[in-house]
């Protein structure tokens, strides 16, 4: 079994940065994609970024290009999501995912196999 854990939630202003972190375990992790999504109050899991597990290769959404950046650590399980000039809108629980499949970069929510538990980002205005 796969665990991830994320951290590096909290409180900023319109126009603050925050780091997410996550950590992946397990004697079955490998080469595995990651990225994270984001879910606010009453609406829908959405795609934020994800990196896959071989060339570092990344994907970003539309509203985050820009602003955020995805990126593995130094151990291969580890990826953060450094979050600059963040606005009123970034305001969600944002959760860490992975994907068995080594090149996923998927946007869709369902097609990835182990999830973190989520660390709330709150940007005031």
């Known amino acids: 079994q796969v665990q991830l854990v994320e951290s590096g939630g909290g409180r900023v202003q319109t126009g603050g940065s925050l780091t997410l972190s996550c950590a992946a375990s397990g004697r079955a992790f490998g080469d595995y994609a990651m990225g994270w999504f984001r879910q606010a109050p009453g609406k829908e899991r959405e795609f934020v970024a994800a990196?896959?597990?071989?060339?570092?290769?990344?994907r970003l959404a539309d509203s985050v290009k820009g602003r955020f950046t995805i990126s593995r650590g130094s151990a291969s399980n580890t990826i953060t999501l450094r979050m600059n000039n963040l606005q009123p809108e970034d305001t969600a629980v944002y959760f860490c995912?992975?994907?068995?499949?080594?090149?996923?970069?998927?946007?869709?929510?369902?097609?990835?196999?182990?999830w973190g538990r989520g660390t709330q980002v709150t940007v005031s205005s």
């Open positions: 990196i896959n597990g071989r060339d570092d290769n990344s």
């Open positions: 995912t992975a994907s068995r499949r080594v090149f996923f970069l998927s946007t869709a929510w369902d097609g990835y196999d182990y």
